[in-house]
């Protein structure tokens, strides 16, 4: 990782939301005008919720072209899609189905299937297939949503378990500690091809573990640590205020918040997000303001 890590803090839910969506509708102007398409991966959790309302909102659903944006999912619980704890029922209710997003465009995990390792491969088909992109190649989403558990944990990716070691597959069933404990997850290595990953936290119960994200040498200890790691890449966080000194003690560059009605602020990262040096965006040729 190159440089400190940036850490942007939101002093509410509402700034967190309108951060975000300021960013993601960003990005996808400039995959739709690069490529074409936007092709997103969605989280779910609680946080991510802030953006699904913001992106929905008057303020942004006029931004993008939503016909081209294909939408993917990062993880899934092994219950029906209908089912409370379905991501994918929190994604359709939140964000989908209110930006009437045709069928078509969502692609989401089978958590109702019997087996989930084949419910998991059926789905790393189906990735190959959209993105035409045989094994052992590597398909590149334009952004990865990820969110942060009080344990480290991103997307199903949780401590000490077989996932962590996956190098070759895109997608594996996966067992969490509680709650619905079979789980379909994208790999670590699936997560580190895409161009944006993009970090969403709120809550002072996520101060340890963003602390131990940017602190913590044992990278099998802190999943999250794995998707944000890799060489040439820049670690940045948007999260809601719980003090700074919570979060890290190493020499950092600090991102205050925008003020209501201001421009947009960019800077190597002012984001939680994981840019690839090869990604075309952002630039210092973007029309949108940044600090250096």
């Not at 070691?165 to 994208?186: D, F, I, M």
Request: net charge positive.
């Amino acid at each position: 990782m190159s440089g400190a890590p940036e850490v942007r803090i939101a002093e509410d839910a509402q700034e967190l939301g309108q951060e975000a969506a300021d960013l993601f509708v960003w990005l996808g102007q400039q995959a739709v005008a690069a490529s074409g398409r936007f092709r997103v991966v969605l989280s779910g959790g609680t946080t991510p919720k802030l953006l699904y309302a913001m992106l929905v909102s008057p303020a942004f659903s006029g931004q993008l072209e939503w016909p081209r944006v294909e939408f993917y999912f990062g993880d899934e619980r092994c219950v029906p899609p209908d089912h409370p704890e379905s991501n994918f029922r929190m994604a359709d209710e939140t964000l989908l189905r209110p930006l009437k997003i045709a069928p078509e465009r969502i692609f989401r995990m089978r958590g109702e299937a019997d087996d989930p390792d084949e419910a998991a491969r059926e789905y790393e088909t189906v990735l190959r297939t959209q993105f035409g992109v045989p094994a052992p190649g590597w398909p590149s989403f334009d952004l990865i949503l990820l969110g942060l558990g009080e344990d480290g944990h991103t997307a199903s990716l949780f401590p000490g378990t077989p996932a962590l070691e996956e190098r070759a597959r895109l997608v594996v069933a996966s067992r969490a500690p509680g709650g619905v404990k079979n789980r379909l997850t994208l790999t670590v290595p699936a997560m580190n091809q895409a161009r944006v990953v993009l970090f969403l936290v709120s809550g002072i119960s996520k101060a340890a573990a963003v602390h131990a994200v940017i602190e913590d040498r044992e990278t099998g200890r802190v999943p999250a640590k794995l998707t944000v790691g890799c060489p040439g890449s820049r670690l940045t966080r948007v999260a809601q205020r719980p003090g700074r000194s919570a979060m890290t003690s190493r020499p950092w560059r600090w991102c205050p918040p925008r003020r209501p009605g201001s421009p947009v602020r960019w800077s190597s990262g002012s984001w939680i997000a994981r840019l690839r040096p090869d990604s075309p965006w952002p630039s210092k040729a973007s029309s949108l303001t940044r600090s250096e």
